[in-house]
């Protein structure tokens, strides 16, 4: 099987929340899902996406840590997401679900 994927809290998000890059995620699930993929979502990223289906608060009144989508232990093939600030940091390779 090859490497894993990480899920990003902004692409679980759009999922929750019926949004395109949500979409697009549901492919990478409906994949898991036949056992051709293994997909991981780190601690940080669980929290956040249950805080911001939990809350109607802007990101900024939550502290932040930069990357966290790209801090996972052991080897992976990328993070799924649809968050600029992960896409432009090049830290990891990223498969694309946002706009």
């Known amino acids: ?7 990003d809290s902004w692409a679980m998000v759009a999922w929750i929340q019926d949004e ?4 697009a995620l549901e492919t ?3 994949k898991a899902d036949t056992g051709k993929l293994q997909l ?9 996406t249950f805080l911001h289906s939990c809350q109607a ?6 502290r932040r840590i930069p990357y ?4 996972f232990a052991g080897p992976v093939d990328g993070v799924i997401t649809g968050d600029q600030e ?3 940091s090049k830290l990891v390779p990223v498969d694309w679900v946002g706009a």
Do not use: C, D, T
């Not at 395109?20 to 979409?23: D, F, H, L, Q, V």
């Not at 991981?40 to 956040?48: I, R, T």
């Not at 966290?68 to 801090?71: L, M, N, R, S």
């Open 68 to 71: 966290a989508a790209a801090v």
């Open 86 to 88: 992960i896409r432009r």
């Open 1 to 7: 099987m090859p490497l894993p994927k990480v899920i």
């Open 28 to 30: 990478f699930l409906l």
């Open 20 to 23: 395109p890059g949500g979409r």
């Open 57 to 62: 608060q802007e990101a900024s009144h939550r």
């Open 40 to 48: 991981l979502m780190n601690w940080y990223n669980v929290a956040e």
